[in-house]
């Protein structure tokens, strides 16, 4: 089944109203062979908004009109460079706390035997998260940074300040190193709580996460060759790493003392005998190293090239489509693969590859995933530029919060991921990101994009919608109504749609009537911006035209 078809079936909509995209997405279409090599086609807004949309969780008009601009590699320098560091989470709300006062962050501050404060700081924790991407830069590192959490994922700690030193841990390395990414995230706080390596004793080790980094988070695990044995490790290399890593611990779990969150190495925990791996290995041994042992682990595993393979896969996924067949493996990934072991391991140059490539641009490529539930939310809020009240804290962080729980209905809940394998639509065959889409679902988007564009919702006082004027300022041109849609179009769907697709959407601003009545609507607006009953007919009339588009399935892919 192709693409569309699949978008189709989702939506339970018949063939004839979502014509298929010229032949691309036939089942008899050749496969993408284009590579790694520098994009060399026309850089118009398609590319520049294809580039934004896949690196940014909702781009802008104006974000991606400088991106045109500024040209590809202009833009992806921006994409790619450092962010400033952000101001901790606070707390909104809570007035019991004698250690926070509101406006103040909690990150360093102890629990109470008495009061418990953990309710009120995840609610913040988990607000800020959103607060970072609704104030996000034209940057890469927010898509990274839940990248990286799918990737090594931790859940339920149950301590916002361990889930803030994990996620601040995250974004430090988000296009560093992954090798050492690696051994940092071995040993973090929230991961030794989440797989059990904080009771990883030298005379009661265990496996939890010695399994997981190798199947989920270095090298893969690869077909079943025998028993016990698969194609990049065997049970038995789990066995002796679980050994390897004994002896590790975290501190500050709820302290309700000033404590900073770590971790420590307890020498007597740790089993000091050798430790051989298997053959996958080269049956490698590996003698006591006390507490730099897990460093010599990871480098050792870092020694094999499937690592770089396994880890350009998953970028694969996440920034081009869910498919990697003989070609992408041969003239893609076998190249993310090659260039991350010259980099020794840096992330930011295969990055840089794959999304400057003639092969993240290819047309097969633009508008093929289905957004995710906080790209689904922020490419509405974000490209739509709906305001959160930033001048109410706690009205601010409050919708913050409700953004959060609404991702929840949606199956994401960003720092509690279902699984140590991360959300299904990332790895769960054949349905990948089709798994986003559901009866319960696609109900609760449409209605909040409904709410958006045309009800909009109330928080402490404040109206949260899509202000349609300040939009139509920023249109170009916005008198003549095809040049209009356009621009629409072009901010919201990843690719063009057809005439009639177009002619349905212009039914909603002059029903029925030639196009010259929009150019006189549009001028006595303007020329009568203080009547209200023209202005309320205007404001209706670009409301239930961005409703429309929003309920359109090419909304939902990017």
Not at 172 to 198: C, D
Request: with cysteine; charged share 25%; aromatic share 14%.
């Amino acid at each position: 089944m192709d693409r569309r078809t699949s978008i189709k079936n989702l939506f339970g909509l018949q063939s004839t109203e979502i014509p298929s995209r010229k032949d691309a997405f036939s089942p008899t279409f050749n496969p993408v062979n284009s590579g790694l090599e520098p994009f060399s086609g026309n850089w118009t807004k398609t590319e520049a908004s294809h580039l934004l949309r896949r690196t940014l969780f909702g781009p802008t008009i104006g974000q991606i009109q400088k991106a045109v601009e500024e040209g590809l590699n202009n833009t992806v320098d921006i994409l790619l460079q450092s962010v400033n560091s952000l101001d901790p989470p606070v707390n909104f709300d809570f007035e019991n706390d004698p250690n926070v006062p509101i406006g103040s962050s909690w990150i360093d501050m102890p629990y109470d035997s008495v009061t418990n404060y953990r309710p009120y700081r995840r609610h913040s924790f988990s607000a800020w998260l959103m607060k970072n991407i609704y104030e996000q830069e034209t940057s890469v590192y927010e898509k990274m940074t839940l990248f990286w959490h799918n990737h090594f994922v931790t859940s339920e700690i149950h301590d916002p300040k361990f889930d803030y030193i994990y996620f601040t841990t995250i974004r430090s390395f988000a296009l560093g190193n992954f090798r050492e990414f690696v051994k940092a995230m071995t040993i973090n706080p929230s991961m030794l709580r989440y797989l059990n390596g904080n009771q990883n004793k030298k005379n009661s080790p265990n496996e939890n996460y010695a399994r997981e980094l190798l199947e989920l988070f270095t090298i893969g695990k690869g077909e079943q060759s025998g028993p016990d044995d698969y194609t990049n490790y065997t049970e038995d290399d789990i066995t002796a790493i679980s050994r390897i890593l004994t002896g590790w611990k975290d501190d500050g779990y709820r302290t309700e003392k000033f404590k900073i969150i770590s971790s420590y190495f307890r020498s007597w925990a740790h089993d000091k005998n050798p430790k051989t791996l298997s053959h996958r290995f080269d049956g490698i041994t590996i003698e006591n190293g006390e507490e730099n042992e897990y460093a010599q682990l990871i480098d050792l595993i870092f020694g094999k090239k499937e690592v770089a393979r396994f880890i350009s896969r998953k970028l694969y996924r996440w920034f081009v489509y869910h498919a990697i067949d003989e070609n992408t493996e041969e003239n893609v990934i076998e190249a993310m693969a090659d260039l991350m072991i010259e980099s020794d391991y840096e992330i930011e140059p295969v990055l840089r590859s794959l999304i400057s490539s003639q092969h993240f641009f290819d047309f097969i490529n633009n508008g093929c995933l289905i957004k995710n539930p906080l790209d689904f939310i922020f490419s509405t809020i974000n490209s739509l530029e709906i305001d959160l009240p930033k001048s109410d804290l706690e009205a601010y962080y409050s919708s913050l919060y409700s953004v959060y729980n609404f991702s929840g209905q949606l199956q994401l809940i960003y720092g509690d991921p279902p699984s140590v394998a991360g959300w299904k639509a990332y790895y769960q065959q054949p349905s990948y990101y089709e798994i986003w889409i559901n009866s319960v679902t696609l109900p609760s988007r449409m209605n909040f994009t409904k709410a958006m564009s045309l009800s909009g919702i109330s928080i402490g006082g404040h109206e949260i919608k899509v202000d349609v004027f300040k939009l139509l300022e920023k249109i170009e041109n916005p008198s003549e109504i095809d040049s209009f849609i356009n621009q629409f179009v072009e901010l919201l769907f990843p690719q063009d749609i057809t005439k009639n697709q177009k002619n349905y959407l212009k039914d909603f601003l002059i029903p029925g009537l030639p196009d010259f009545e929009w150019t006189v609507e549009y001028f006595n607006y303007l020329n009568n911006q203080e009547d209200e009953n023209i202005k309320i007919s205007m404001e209706n009339k670009l409301r239930l035209f961005i409703s429309a588009m929003l309920t359109m399935p090419e909304y939902y892919l990017s």
